[in-house]
T-cell receptor, first 113, second 114 residues
Framework: DQQVKQNSPSLSVQEGRISILNCDYT??????FLWYKKYPAEGPTFLIS?????DKNEDGRFTVFLNKSAKHLSLHIVPSQPGDSAVYFC????????????FGQGTILTVHP | SAVISQKPSRDICQRGTSLTIQCQVD?????MFWYRQQPGQSLTLIAT?????????ESGFVIDKFPISRPNLTFSTLTVSNMSPEDSSIYLC???????????FGQGTRLTVV
């Protein structure tokens, strides 16, 4: 049972344009959502997070939007840069289960110069 | 953020043998976790490493196959026992330290079983 789903295995974007990565979840208990970036041969690196009491969180070029009614969140990267090319994972947890994350399958983002 | 060192970074092992992976953190952390990423798959939580007591395993993972130790607040080990090719994966150590809201990951151990 995949509780966190990233339905797009890959995304290709031109440098300078917007990248939008999507994530859906099925478990209503989730109340905290995170995005991680992973380069080959490295561990995931934390990017940005959002609590279920918010619908938007912004950090520089990265913005995460949460639509609780649709159980959907998205990560926007503006402007996209070639160095953003990596695998992006959506993750979720709930309550006091800090650090115990349920991950999506990941989306490979490629930003072309 | 915590600096996490994982050893070894990669290994090729014979089936039927065991491998112990070490995770060292540069500061005391509240919680330590072990994840597995099978080829082409997502990250899956194996267990929570509890300091001074037995680890808490997620569904589908058992202590006999993945014994875990956590002798103090900065160190943990995961052993992959009696390995088969299906155990070929990336194994990742993760830590959480209050009052942060995010977990941090080591660089992972890429295990290939032949």
């Amino acid at each position: 049972d995949q509780q966190v789903k990233q339905n797009s295995p890959s995304l290709s974007v031109q440098e300078g344009r917007i990248s939008i990565l999507n994530c859906d979840y099925t478990n209503s208990m989730f109340d905290y959502f995170l995005w991680y970036k992973k380069y080959p041969a490295e561990g995931p690196t934390f990017l940005i997070s959002i609590s279920s009491i918010k619908d938007k969180n912004e950090d520089g070029r990265f913005t995460v939007f949460l639509n609780k009614s649709a159980k959907h969140l998205s990560l926007h990267i503006v402007p996209s840069q070639p160095g953003d090319s990596a695998v992006y994972f959506c993750a979720a947890n709930y309550g006091t289960s800090y650090g115990k994350l349920t991950f999506g399958q990941g989306t490979i983002l490629t930003v072309h110069p | 953020s915590a600096v996490i060192s994982q050893k070894p970074s990669r290994d090729i092992c014979q089936r039927g043998t065991s491998l112990t992976i070490q995770c060292q953190v540069d500061s005391q952390v509240t919680m330590m976790f072990w994840y597995r990423q099978q080829p082409g798959q997502s990250l899956t939580l194996i267990a929570t490493a509890n300091q001074g007591s037995e680890a808490t395993y997620e569904s589908g993972f058992v202590i006999d196959k993945f014994p875990i130790s956590r002798p103090n607040l900065t160190f943990s080990t995961l052993t992959v026992s009696n390995m088969s090719p299906e155990d070929s994966s990336i194994y990742l150590c993760s830590v959480y330290a209050f009052p942060n809201t995010e977990a941090f990951f080591g660089q992972g151990t890429r295990l290939t079983v032949v």
